[in-house]
Structure formats: C-alpha cells, structure tokens
C-alpha cells in the first residue's frame, strides 16, 4: 500500500486553515482518556467559561453539537406547521433545511446587493411570523449588516418574534460598525446570538457551538435539547481554545492578509469580488461555476459553486494559508486563460 498522501487544497468550507490552538489540541488529547464516561449533560465547564468570557450568566448560555445543533434547536422550538421563519436571500442554506424541517414556511426576504436588506426583512414579516433567522456576516457572499440596521429590526418587530443571529464567522470581523450584539441581549428578550468553534477556533470537526440569550429562551431551548448532545472532548477543548487569545488573534491577522490575498489576484483578472468580512470570498466569474469547480478539483483544489443559491456563476474561495491562495489564484489563472483562447 502507498502511504503517499494526496495533496488536496480544501478552500470549500471556510475552515481555519492554521488549524486549532495547540492549547485546544492538548486538552482533547488528554479528555480521550475519559470517553468510557458520559460528558456532563449540563455542559456545566463550558457554560461557565463561556459565562465568564463574555460576562454573562451562566443561565443565558446553551450549548450544542456545533452551531446547526442550536439552531436546529431553535427551530424546535419555537417553529411548528402553523407559524413562519423569515430569511434573506442568500441566506446560509443549512437554515433552510433546518426550518423545512418543522414543516415550517419559509418568507424569504429579497437581498441587496447579495446582503441582507433589513428594510425587506421586515416587509417580509406578518403575523404567522415567529422567528427571523440573520446569518451576520452572511455565508456565503461574506456581506454583513451593521449595528444601526441590527437595532432598527429589533425595534420595528413585536418583542415576541424571535431574531437569532447567526454569527459564525463574527471573531473574523474587525469593521467598526458591526453588531456589538452582546450589549443588546439585555434590551431585547427577543434575541438570541448563535456562534461557534468551527471557524476562527478551528475546531470543525469536534463540532461544538453555542447560543447566548434571556435565561428564558435558553430554558424553552433546553427543555428540548436531548441530555448528551454534547461530547466531553469538545467541552473540554472549548474551554482551552477561549483561553489562546493569541491563536484567535494570529488567525483573524492571516485571515485579513489572505482575503486581501484573493480580492486583489481575482480582481486583476477583470472579476467582480463582493467585499468579504468573513474568511472567504465570493466572486462572480462570468461563467457556469459548476464546471470551473470540477477542473479546479482535478487541480488538486476545492472551491464551492453556489448552484444552490442560484448563483450560478459564483464561487465561494475560503481563505487559505498564503502559499494555498496562490496556487489556487495560479490554477485559476491558468484555466481562464485556457478557455479564452478557444
Ligand atoms: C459554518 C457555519 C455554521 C456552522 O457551524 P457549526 O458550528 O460547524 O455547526 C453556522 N452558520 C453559518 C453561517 C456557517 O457558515
């Protein structure tokens, strides 16, 4: 048997591509020892490291098996056959499934610019309305809506809709104007922030997430949540990886560089890139995506095609390390130039 390893560049789910913290890395090492015991099913380590780093307490946190878990949990819920969930377009798909899911109908609010339209949203709510789902920065077309515009919907809608903001990607954004959402959780009983360990945390695989919000939501959220949805490993790993400050910090710093990276190579190419907070870019390449992500692929490199966003000429490039970008602006090139000459 060969033991030589495929080198595959995966740049299709916005992963850290530094990887985890090394602090994170050592404590799921140690807690494989223990995997004969159950995890503790109220997440009590956890909530209170999360508690104590944000501030808040303990009583407004939930944890989950990744963040689709908790809004998977949501929608559980609070969502039923009889009420609706309003989304943007654009909107990170999982959470279609999630509220399909319930039998729950789906209002879907028109985007602007490829972002969030909160005007929209807020057209798009009647009185079946229970729940809003904001994706904030928006996967995948990396737009993000600012705390004025976050304030404006949570002060135009009855305070018994619920407003989760999905903010997986929110340790990557530096721009001054986004959400502070954590200073609105005491002002609006309605909100509820979901965030994870996937991304920045580079902890994808362990899946773990979390939400933060009035103790009663998290209440009505844990009287559905089944007993040990979350691993010990996971726990004990979040824990440490809220601890590597400096980890947190070297990976938004590379993350800037790099989406620079890709903006400025994709935009030479005479490409239209939509300004990206997140740690990928979304970019229009004028052409069927679907088949430019196959030969990509055969290159050895993964990007996504957004088919199912109906953007069929949009690929969504996760940001890698310097020498991945450069191979896949290289590969890119290559295969633009390619097709130009037939
Ligand atoms: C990646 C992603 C998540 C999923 O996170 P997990 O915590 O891995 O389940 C949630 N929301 C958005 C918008 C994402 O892009």
Same mark, same amino acid.
């Given at each position: 048997?060969? /033991? ?6 995966? &740049? ?14 050592? %404590? ?7 995997? /004969?015991?159950?995890?503790? #099913? ?9 508690? !104590? ?19 998977? &949990? ?26 399909? #899911? &319930? ?5 879907? %609010? ?9 005007? !929209? ?7 079946? $309305?229970? @729940?809003?789902? +904001? ?5 995948? $077309?990396? $737009? ?10 949570? /002060? ?11 903010? =997986? ?5 530096? *721009? ?26 580079? &902890? ?11 103790? %009663? ?16 490993? =996971?726990?004990?790993? =979040?824990? *440490?990886?809220?601890?590597?400050? *400096? ?11 790099? @989406? ?18 997140? /740690?990928?870019?979304?970019?229009? +390449? ?14 050895? +490199?993964? @990007? ?26 290289? *590969?890119?090139? !290559? ?8």
């Amino acid at each position: 048997m060969s /033991n030589k390893k495929i080198n595959v560049i995966k &740049m299709s789910n916005n992963e850290n591509p530094f990887g985890p913290s090394p602090l994170a890395l050592r %404590a799921a090492k140690c807690s494989v020892e223990n995997i /004969n015991v159950y995890p503790d #099913s109220e997440g009590c380590i956890l909530k209170s490291a999360l508690a !104590n780093f944000y501030g808040l307490d303990i009583s407004q946190i939930t944890v989950g098996n990744g963040s689709e878990n908790i809004l998977d &949990m949501i929608a559980k819920a609070f969502l039923n056959y009889k009420n609706n969930a309003v989304i943007s377009q654009y909107c990170f798909t999982t959470i279609l499934l999630i509220i399909h #899911s &319930m039998g729950t109908k789906v209002k879907i %609010a028109p985007a602007l610019n490829y972002g969030h339209n909160i005007n !929209n949203i807020i057209d798009s709510i009647d009185s079946q $309305t229970k @729940v809003i789902f +904001i994706v904030n920065p928006n996967n995948p $077309t990396g $737009t993000y809506i600012t705390h004025n515009e976050m304030l404006e919907l949570l /002060n135009s809608i009855k305070s018994d809709i619920l407003v989760v903001l999905d903010e =997986a990607y929110y340790e990557y954004v530096g *721009e001054k104007n986004y959400p502070d959402s954590l200073s609105l959780l005491s002002s609006y009983q309605n909100l509820i922030i979901v965030r994870t360990f996937s991304k920045i945390y580079g &902890m994808a695989g362990l899946r773990i997430g979390y939400a933060m919000s009035n103790p %009663a939501i998290a209440k009505e959220i844990n009287n559905i949540r089944l007993p040990f949805n979350v691993n010990s490993i =996971a726990m004990n790993a =979040a824990c *440490e990886a809220l601890n590597d400050k *400096e980890h947190v910090e070297r990976s938004y710093f590379l993350n800037k560089q790099g @989406v620079h990276q890709l903006t400025i190579g994709l935009e030479h190419m005479g490409l239209e890139v939509i300004p990206s907070v997140g /740690n990928f870019v979304c970019v229009n +390449i004028k052409r069927d995506s679907l088949d430019l992500c196959q030969r990509l692929f055969e290159r050895g +490199i993964m @990007v996504k095609h957004l088919l199912p966003y109906n953007l069929p000429f949009h690929l969504r490039i996760t940001s890698g390390t310097y020498e991945q970008n450069q191979q896949f602006l290289n *590969e890119f090139h !290559n295969l633009f130039l390619e097709e130009k000459m037939f």
